[in-house]
Each structure stands twice: as structure tokens, then as C-alpha cells.
């Protein structure tokens, strides 16, 4: 049981570029995020999505996209990367809505990213 | 404005010794506060969670507390030990499921 992967671990963009992150899960979780977290400031969603076919927007969204094709796996895409998006993203799923003790985020070890 | 605040940003503290983090939170309505430990180079693993009716608990040394009137928790680390060094930071959940993560404390024990 891997629990949450991320795909890269790190990755070095030049401006204009563009990639995609790969987010998977083996826990059967409905729900999955995208967060990127910056130095001094809390985790910030990006996208997150309640379930296969479905993606909604976070707190920042603008500049990223994502997809959910399947239930285990979330792609976050960056069409034209800005050094603005210099950040560690951050993978996470959960069995539902963070209303209880039973829908615990977990999180993945992270994608470090530098756009030069 | 950030809806959750810890303090202070980082500490040093003696293996051995204990410590305190604060977490002081204005969202609403509250549902739910979790602690994270994150390990450098990691994502955040949960250590505990309280809800509205819960004061404190407990996960091995580490001890939260919860007073929902004045919206603040604290972590409490007892004893501590090396592998206690990371991030631990303050999430708050509210009543439809949308978290508010705090900055979090850098914490550095010393041999």
C-alpha cells in the first residue's frame, strides 16, 4: 500500500513551458487535491475533485488545470509555466469532505518546482 | 488575513526538553482542528484532530488542546527527541469541508 505518489519529485521549467504532475492513489479515495505550498504561507488549494469525471477550483487555480480520468489518479498541468509557480506542490486524498476524523487528508512527499 | 495563526514561526529547543506551539484560528462556523507533522522534504502526516466538543488529545508525547470559545490550540511535545525536528502546522476545518492551513512552526531539536 504506496498510499499518495507524486511524479516528479523535482523539476526544473523555463519560462513558457509546460508540464504536467501525476498524482496516484491506492486507497480508494473519492476525493483528491492539488496544494501548493510556499515559504511563510500556509498550504493553498489549487483544484481538487469529489470524484472521477469531476474537478472543481480552489483558493489559486489560475494558471494550472487539472484531470481526473480515473478515480486513482489526479493531473495538475501547468500550459505556460511562470516563475510565480516556483512552489512545492503537494498531492493529497481523502474518503470525503474534511468534516470528521474518517476523512483525513493524506498527503504525498511532494514535487519541488523552479520556474527560471 | 489568514484565518489561522501560529506561533512563534520557529524554535530551538534541548532534546529532552518539552515545548509549546500555539494556534489561534477565526474560521467559521468550526467544524474541525487537525495538527500535521511535516518532515522536511515530506508532505504533512495528521497526529491528531479535536472537534468542538473536545479539549485535548493526545498521540504519544504529543498532547493538543482545543478552547473553541477563545479559538486557540496549542501542541504540547514532551521529552523531546531528534526525530521531533520539522514543520507542525495548525488546520481548521469548517462545517462544509473547506481547510484553512496555518503557516506552520519550524522546530529544531538539539542534541
Known amino acids: 500500500n504506496a498510499g499518495v505518489t507524486q511524479t516528479p519529485k523535482f523539476r526544473v521549467l523555463k519560462t513558457g513551458q509546460s508540464m504536467t504532475l501525476l498524482c496516484a492513489q491506492d486507497m480508494n479515495h473519492e476525493y483528491m487535491y492539488w496544494y501548493r505550498q510556499d515559504p511563510g504561507m500556509g498550504l493553498r488549494l489549487i483544484h481538487y475533485s469529489v470524484g472521477e469525471g469531476t474537478t472543481a477550483k480552489g483558493e489559486v487555480p489560475d494558471g494550472y488545470n487539472v484531470s481526473r480520468l480515473k478515480k486513482q489518479n489526479f493531473l495538475l498541468g501547468l500550459e505556460s509555466a511562470a516563475p510565480s509557480q516556483t512552489s512545492v506542490y503537494f498531492c493529497a486524498s481523502s474518503y470525503g469532505a474534511s468534516g470528521g476524523e474518517s476523512y483525513e487528508q493524506y498527503f504525498g512527499p511532494g514535487t519541488r518546482l523552479t520556474v527560471t | 488575513k489568514n484565518q489561522v495563526e501560529q506561533s512563534p514561526q520557529s524554535l530551538i529547543i534541548l532534546e529532552g526538553k518539552n515545548c509549546t506551539l500555539q494556534c489561534n484560528y477565526t474560521v467559521s462556523p468550526f467544524s474541525n482542528l487537525r495538527w500535521y507533522k511535516q518532515d522536511t522534504g515530506r508532505g504533512p502526516v495528521s497526529l491528531t484532530i479535536m472537534t468542538f466538543s473536545e479539549n485535548t488529545k493526545s498521540n504519544g508525547r504529543y498532547t493538543a488542546t482545543l478552547d473553541a470559545d477563545t479559538k486557540q490550540s496549542s501542541l504540547h511535545i514532551t521529552a523531546s527527541q531528534l526525530s521531533d525536528s520539522a514543520s507542525y502546522i495548525c488546520?481548521?476545518?469548517?462545517?462544509?469541508?473547506?481547510?484553512?492551513f496555518g503557516a506552520g512552526t519550524q522546530v529544531v531539536v538539539t542534541p
Open positions: 488546520v481548521v476545518s469548517d462545517s462544509w469541508g473547506k481547510l484553512q
